[in-house]
């Protein structure tokens, strides 16, 4: 079943609060970070390199994605139905033969499964069945890994315009030098731009990436057991020999 993941938030909110609080434990007014054009540089700026980087497409699925991680559930149980499912296949092939395999890869709409199920039906030999669901996990897993490379992308690019935001804003104060009065708080503001750039990175890209391709990873462990159970039906095994090499690994 799934249910919200907080957690998220939760990292996010205590992160800002820790900064806000030693900001105000050293005396700063909180006013100070908060900088609309520090906020246009660095969130514009990052959001158009990205789409340089990954294009239009890499940033809507990366973001769609995220809001995927508001839920979470376990989806083992799931998971090893599927896995029995195919393993009872074995014995299904032995009465009705192939057709076992080809009715279920015509119903499945699992890429991988179907595939292979379908090389199993036209009695492909072992090692080019394996080759296949080789390739197919090896694209899966790069497709799976765009989304997290966009906010590592994003996760370099922000300091970089951090510090561009920095230097915008002391060109300014360059031009004010006149007016020693304004200089500190030009000063500060112009940094501003680069706690927003390593904030955005360290607090929200970054984590988020690892957050993704910690997911991938699992799913991409599920997959190959998917392909184990597959060659596993090539190789003529049990329905109880093939299940069996899932309890030992739990």
Known sequence: MKRFDWTIWLGVGISLTAIC???????????FLWHPTAALIVGGGTLGAVIVRRGTVGVISAMRAVWQLRLKGDDSDAHNVELAKL???SRSARKNGVKAYEDYAESCP???????????ADHAESEQLRQ????RLDAEDELGL??????EAAGGFAPTFGIIGAVLGLITVLRVLDKPDS????????????????????ILFFPLAARLRER??????????IA???????????PRAIINKFNLRK
Not at 146 to 151: I, L, M, Q
Not at 186 to 194: E, L, P, R, S
Not at 217 to 223: D, H, I, P, T, V
């Open 21 to 31: 609080a030693g900001a105000w434990f050293e005396g700063l007014n909180l006013g």
């Open 87 to 89: 393993a009872w296949l």
């Open 110 to 120: 699992d890429a991988l499964i179907s595939q292979g199920l379908t090389f199993l």
């Open 132 to 135: 296949v669901l080789t390739r």
């Open 146 to 151: 765009h989304d997290s490379a966009t906010f």
């Open 183 to 202: 200089l500190g708080i030009g000063i500060a503001t112009a940094f501003v731009a680069t706690i927003y750039g390593i904030g955005l990175a360290n």
């Open 216 to 225: 991938h990873e699992a799913q991409m462990k599920r997959r190959e057991e």
């Open 228 to 238: 184990v159970v597959i060659l596993s039906l090539a190789a003529k095994e049990t």
